[in-house]
């Protein structure tokens, strides 16, 4: 019996132990897939939302809280932004929606890294701690109660 994380006399690496076949690496183009069509998907749902505009009424639905409540939620102007940022627009996807817009930036960051990894046979994990979780969903509330207060106005879309 060979250790875990052996080599196997073909020379492939992987978990080797009783019941555990050694398999060979996947191929480049198999751990690519995954990440181009995330990337695929999201370039198909920025392009239609880019063609069919948001700010024209009909197009999409009303967000239910606010067509309920008259409450912003913290998606409210997510289409708006992603419109914008498909024509170039950052200072108006910043005014529709600015969680929204650092949300994609962070998207296309974690993206290349996967993309990277992926690349490289590497796996990807996001292995933050709970504070962290935490301290998002924090800053997530009070953009949504302060978008919807007088004095955050500016924040709304």
């Known amino acids: 019996m060979r250790p875990v994380g052996s080599v196997s006399p073909a020379g492939s690496v992987g978990p080797a132990g009783p019941g555990r076949p050694v398999r060979p690496p996947a191929s480049l183009a198999r751990r690519l897939l995954p990440p181009l069509a995330t990337l695929a998907g999201v ?7 880019g063609l069919v505009d948001p700010n024209e009424s ?13 409450v912003y939620c913290p998606g409210c102007g997510g289409l708006r932004s992603a419109h914008a940022v ?24 974690l993206w290349t890294v996967w993309i990277v990894r992926a ?4 796996p990807v994990r996001i292995g933050l701690r709970p504070l962290w979780w935490w301290a998002l969903g924090g800053v997530i509330l ?12 500016s924040l709304a879309p």
């Not at 950052?90 to 998207?107: D, E, I």
Request: glycine share 16%; aromatic share 14%; charged share 5%.
């Open 43 to 49: 370039a198909a749902a920025f392009t239609y939302v």
């Open 58 to 70: 009909g197009h999409y639905p009303v967000c239910p809280l606010y067509g309920l409540t008259g």
């Open 86 to 109: 498909a024509h170039g627009d950052l200072a108006g996807a910043l005014g529709a929606n600015a969680p929204a817009v650092v949300g994609y930036a962070l998207f296309a960051v």
């Open 119 to 122: 690349g490289k046979g590497l």
């Open 142 to 153: 009070a953009f949504t109660v302060i978008r919807n207060l007088p004095f955050g106005s």
